[in-house]
């Protein structure tokens, strides 16, 4: 059923068709809206979930890993700092094996501190274990939850699934959604039954102390279940298809216009939007650029990428996040997509913008593609302010 | 119980250790229905090394500091799929998992009104990693980061005032017990079962490590710390003080200190037993631990 909904509203909605047991959340911007609404939901009657009012994120995280535990279908939500705060818990949340949904409203990490939208925080946790995926629009957002219940709790995966949604642009954004309907999301999502629990009639140790004997093993065996997550994917994303008359192809890389493409800017989140709508611009004179999205930015879909890009000579990859210290995150990978082959870009360059929010606007679209004309750049920081650095260095 | 233990024999945990002991005694008391949820410590490495588990009751260990919040996640899932009534959960850590960096989710959980028992493993320091002090390291302890030496007589402050800062909640039961007093611990684990609401028992369990005492005198320290008045058995009640553990004639300080290398540096220094007599005073009057002659 279409709906005019904020991006938050929509999160709310879609998890309480998804029906989860155990709710518990610490209050961070712009992560707010969500478990307002479904706190609401649930005070209303129209959720029936136990609400768990924390005192931090990392007790958020502490709390649903209990419940998951326990062998109830949970739910959180968070961002940034909170996400940080987390982090431990996320790591124990994944290496105990315990299907999780978790939405992450994507937004820059201090200091200086600062409320507004970029990656940082969940690019942050890329080695956490947790699959992420990031969404475009809210109905990828609404979309994500859904597969990602069916994704995580699926036997042969047992791993969380973290969806990344920009803060403010996608949570405080209205937009049309069409919202599936409880009786199609029952049948998608059957009820959370748990490999294993913690149950008084069966007693079970989870958690153990794991010595140098059996450790590497535990890390291996997450490693090779991510392979089986890329070729998941595309399954679940075949049977959402049948269902919901979506179509997310194979649920890893979105493609826009490659085939012939002889420049392509490779992004993710939101300012993928923006990116077509430059894409648009350009075609309609002629000019044969386009974008791959990646959705799957853990497990990362190494051959996809390679499939997708190997013919097209120039490659912009926009990071709105960095790795102080190194190259930024998405073109690292993207990179080493092409690592070994024969088939490579000409140029791969790396392009880093909208750090805290700062706006990625259609110009600095044209921009980047405008840039693949000269030689091969990595790490161009676009749109920075020369007076504000002047400032900074006392020049 | 002896065929079907729920705590089995066969750990790895120190010969005479308290900590061991406590945990035996506590699960035997709560029964089978419980599920226990253990913070990163001592206790869970002894107990639970892979493939082998001394436990035969739903274990799980996450963090160091999260075990009452894990345990408010098991407990609201019981709560979802109605099974709270028949299930006790216990949440277990150390001293510093407890007062130190537990603090916070701990506090979190007695504010919430979680149906849960929360028991505090007492051995007065980081023993797991190798002795260093905690928040309920005792007054001129010596730790190895509250060591002694020409400017230092140990731990400088007295430990920290867990069972109040539980009490202060407002729950509905916080309770002292030692080893050294295993029928009065089951009282009290079993009362605290029987009540609902959020639950703190802080169990005092001699450490032969980090005490450096012999190995055969973990029940005997621990009576000693009762009957001297260093460790005051009490209970509160939905915030008030309802029955303490009366010491018949308190033992001088001297006699628990003294089989224990964490004091020696003191044993011949009347002036700072005095100090640590001065506590044991203070409690006795405090929680009026006399008892009538």
């Given at each position: 059923m279409k709906e005019f909904l904020e991006g938050s509203r929509a999160v709310a909605e879609i998890v309480r068709l998804c029906k989860p047991g155990v709710i518990s959340a610490y209050p961070i911007t712009p992560q707010t809206h969500i478990v307002e609404e479904l706190a609401q939901m649930v005070a209303d009657g129209e959720l029936n979930s136990q609400f768990v009012n924390v005192e931090s994120e990392h007790s958020a995280a502490s709390v649903v890993l209990g419940a998951v535990a326990t062998g109830v279908r949970a739910f959180t939500a968070t961002s940034s700092q909170g996400l940080l705060y987390m982090a431990e818990v996320l790591f124990n949340i994944s290496g105990m094996r315990l299907p999780l949904v978790m939405t992450c409203a994507n937004r820059a990490i201090s200091a200086p501190i600062n409320i507004w939208n970029d990656q940082q925080d969940s690019v942050s946790l890329r080695d956490s274990g947790w699959i992420q995926l990031y969404a475009e629009n809210n109905q990828e957002v609404i979309d994500f939850h859904l597969l990602g219940y069916r994704l995580s709790e699926d036997k042969s995966i047992m791993l969380p699934v973290m969806v990344c949604m920009d803060g403010f642009i996608l949570t405080h954004g209205m937009e049309a959604v069409d919202m599936p309907q409880q009786d199609q999301v029952d049948k998608f999502l059957p009820p959370y039954k748990p490999l294993y629990k913690l149950d008084t009639a069966e007693p079970l140790t989870m958690g153990p102390l794991a010595d140098p004997d059996c450790y590497l093993e535990a890390r291996f065996a997450i490693q090779e279940t991510f392979k089986d997550v890329l070729k998941k994917i595309p399954e679940i994303c075949a049977e959402f298809k049948s269902q919901?008359?979506?179509?997310?192809?194979?649920?890893?890389v979105e493609e826009y216009?490659?085939?012939?493409?002889?420049k392509v800017i490779v992004a993710m989140g939101s300012v993928c939007g923006t990116i077509k709508e430059a894409v648009d611009a350009q075609r309609a004179k002629g000019k044969k650029v386009g974008l791959l999205k990646i959705i799957?930015?853990?497990?990362?879909p190494y051959s996809r990428v390679y499939d997708m890009l190997k013919d097209v000579p120039k490659v912009a990859v926009l990071d709105k996040a960095v790795s102080l210290g190194a190259y930024a995150p998405l073109a690292v990978e993207i990179k080493a997509a092409f690592?070994?082959?024969?088939?490579?870009?000409k140029i791969i360059s790396s392009f880093v913008a909208?750090?805290?929010?700062?706006d990625i606007t259609l110009e600095s679209i044209r921009d980047i593609f405008a840039k693949l004309n000269q030689k091969e750049v990595n790490l161009e920081f676009i749109d920075l302010k020369p007076e504000l650095l002047k400032e900074a260095y006392g020049e | 119980m002896e065929n079907n233990p729920l705590f089995k024999p066969g750990h790895t945990a120190c010969a005479g250790c308290g900590q061991s002991l406590g945990a035996r005694l506590v699960i035997e008391a709560a029964g089978s229905n419980t599920v226990v949820v253990n913070n990163t410590g001592c206790l869970e490495v002894f107990s639970t090394k892979y493939p082998e588990t001394a436990w035969n009751v739903p274990w799980i260990h996450s963090l160091f500091e999260n075990a009452a919040a894990v345990a408010s996640g098991v407990e609201a899932a019981l709560i979802y799929l109605g099974k709270k009534d028949t299930t006790n959960v216990i949440a277990q850590a150390g001293d510093g998992g407890t007062a130190d960096i537990g603090l916070q989710a701990l506090s979190g959980m007695l504010e919430r009104g979680h149906d849960i028992l929360y028991v505090c493993y007492d051995n007065?320091?980081?023993?797991?990693?190798?002795?260093q002090r905690s928040g309920l390291t005792p007054f001129h302890t010596n730790t190895t980061t509250s060591p002694t030496g020409s400017k230092s007589q140990g731990n400088i402050r007295p430990k920290k005032p867990m069972p109040e800062i539980a009490n202060a909640h407002g729950i509905p039961y916080v309770a002292t017990a030692s080893v050294g007093f295993p029928q009065d611990l089951q009282r009290k684990v079993k009362k605290a079962i029987s009540i609902k609401g959020p639950k703190y028992i802080q169990i005092h369990v001699p450490c032969p490590l980090g005490?450096?005492?012999?190995?055969?005198l973990t029940y005997q320290i621990a009576k000693l710390a009762v009957e001297t008045g260093l460790y005051p058995l009490i209970e509160y009640e939905n915030g008030q003080l309802t029955a303490v553990r009366k010491v018949t004639q308190p033992k001088p300080v001297e006699e628990y200190l003294k089989p224990q290398g964490r004091f020696k540096h003191i044993l011949a220094n009347p002036e700072e037993i005095r100090k640590i007599q001065e506590i044991a005073d203070n409690n006795i009057k405090k929680y009026n631990l006399k008892a009538e002659t």
């Open positions: 919901f008359g979506r179509d997310y192809k194979d649920g890893l216009y490659i085939k012939d493409a002889e799957s930015y853990r497990p990362f690592f070994g082959k024969k088939k490579t870009p909208g750090l805290g929010g700062r | 007065e320091a980081y023993m797991n990693t190798g002795v005490w450096r005492h012999e190995t055969n």
